[in-house]
């Protein structure tokens, strides 16, 4: 495969990966930057699809809220993989509970992207 067509299939992973950086500085700047400004995004909440928000704005009152939830949390992406607008994360998320004591859970990210930017983002996580 040429280096040419090579660099297209890696850009998605390039850019999830830059979204996870961000994630984990907590920098809702950056993230905004990082998505279409009609994404959608869907969280892996209680119930799953009622935590979807569309547009940039929503999305980052998400992550705000997430990371005002959850004090200490940080994404360690375990595996990934993509094949051009599409990319698929697997990874483990920390934080402190309530008290103080430490909680994780595990769960994937699908993600499409358009025009280099997160177009799509679905959360799954393993209970």
């Known amino acids: 495969m040429s280096p040419i067509r090579m660099s297209r299939l890696e850009t998605g992973i390039r850019v999830v990966l830059d979204y996870y950086e961000a994630f984990n500085r907590r920098d809702t700047a950056a993230l ?5 400004e009609d994404c959608a995004v869907e969280g892996a909440g209680p119930v ?3 935590s979807r928000r569309s ?3 929503a999305a980052v009152f998400q992550w705000q809220e997430l990371f005002r939830e959850r004090p200490g949390l940080r994404l360690e992406v375990e595996e990934i993989f993509g094949l051009g607008p599409r990319c ?3 990874w ?7 008290e103080g004591e430490k909680r994780h859970e595990r769960g994937v990210d699908l993600f499409q992207l358009r025009n280099g930017l997160v177009h799509e983002l679905q959360s799954y996580v393993k209970r």
């Open 32 to 36: 905004a930057r990082l998505v279409d």
């Open 92 to 98: 483990r998320l920390d934080w402190e509970g309530a």
């Open 88 to 90: 698929v994360a697997r």
């Open 55 to 57: 547009g940039r704005e």
């Open 48 to 50: 799953p699809g009622l």
